[in-house]
C-alpha cells in the first residue's frame, strides 16, 4: 500500500472519534484532506468545523462544512491534524505546511488532538527526518536565526513562504530534540518567534497510524 492510501486509512478512521453535534478542529496537509473529504460524509452529524489554514477553510467550505471561527465556539470536542514527524510517546512535529502556529492554537484548545499519519512518520526521536519550523515576525528573521545557531541548529528560510498570518518561515535542522518539551520552550523564548513545530507540551491524546494491513493506535 502507497503512503497516500495509508494516509487515507488513517484519516478514515478518525471519524469514529468525532462526536455527534460537536464541533470539530481541522488541520492542514495531505493526509487531513483525506479527513475532510471523509468527513463531509457525515456533515449532517457534526455543529461545524474550526480551521488550522485558509486552504483548509476552503476545502471544509467546498465539501458543505459550516466553518466557524474559533472565538465563536465554546467547544472544539475533537481536533484531527497530521504530522511530520511522529514518537510513540506521541509528540509530534509538525509544520511542513506552515500553518503550526493555527495548528498549536487549536490542538491547545481541543479538548481531545488525534493525530493521523502514515507509519512512514514514525521515529524514535523527533527531528531525525523533519526540521523543525519556526514561525517568525518578518522583521526578527535575521536576529532569529542567529538565535538559533547559538542553540545548535541550523536555520533555513523558507523562501518565498508567507504564513496566514503575514510571517516567515524558518525550517531548523541539527537541533538536539531528546527533551522536546525542553526544546519547544526554548524555541519560544527566542523574542520574534510566533510558534515552533514542535508538539509537546500539548501533545496528540491519540495517534492513528495507517499501516497498510491495519490502523495502529496509540494512545
Ligand atoms: C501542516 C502540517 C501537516 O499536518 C504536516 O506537514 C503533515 O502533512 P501531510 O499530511 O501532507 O503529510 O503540520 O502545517
Not at 70 to 86: F, K, Q, S, T
Not at 107 to 125: E, M
Not at 148 to 169: K, M, S, Y
Request: aromatic letters at 4%.
Amino acid at each position: 500500500m502507497d503512503a497516500d492510501t495509508k494516509k487515507r486509512q488513517a484519516a478514515e478512521s478518525a471519524l469514529d472519534l468525532v462526536e455527534t453535534g460537536s464541533v470539530v478542529g481541522v488541520g492542514t496537509g495531505s493526509t487531513t484532506n483525506h479527513f475532510i473529504d471523509a468527513l463531509a460524509r457525515i456533515r449532517f452529524r457534526v455543529d461545524g468545523t474550526v480551521a488550522s489554514s485558509e486552504a483548509t477553510a476552503a476545502r471544509l467550505r467546498d465539501r458543505g462544512l459550516r466553518v466557524a471561527d474559533l472565538n465563536a465556539v465554546d467547544e472544539v470536542a475533537v481536533y484531527v491534524d497530521g504530522a511530520d514527524e511522529c514518537t510513540r510517546h506521541r509528540q509530534l512535529v509538525k509544520g511542513a505546511g506552515g500553518a503550526l502556529t493555527r495548528e498549536k492554537i487549536i490542538a491547545a484548545a481541543a479538548r481531545q488532538f488525534v493525530c493521523i499519519v502514515d507509519d512512514s512518520k514514525l521515529v524514535d526521536v523527533l527531528g531525525t527526518k523533519a526540521p523543525v519550523p519556526v514561525e517568525v515576525i518578518p522583521m526578527a528573521r535575521g536576529y532569529v536565526a542567529r538565535q538559533l545557531v547559538a542553540l545548535g541548529g541550523n536555520p533555513f528560510w523558507r523562501e518565498g513562504a508567507v504564513t496566514d498570518n503575514g510571517n516567515v518561515i524558518l525550517d531548523v535542522h541539527g537541533l538536539d530534540l531528546v527533551d522536546p518539551t525542553a526544546a519547544e520552550g526554548t524555541l519560544d523564548q527566542i523574542t520574534g518567534t510566533v510558534a515552533n513545530g514542535i508538539f509537546a507540551r500539548r501533545r496528540a491524546d491519540v495517534v492513528l497510524i495507517g499501516a497498510g494491513a491495519e490502523v495502529r493506535k496509540l494512545s
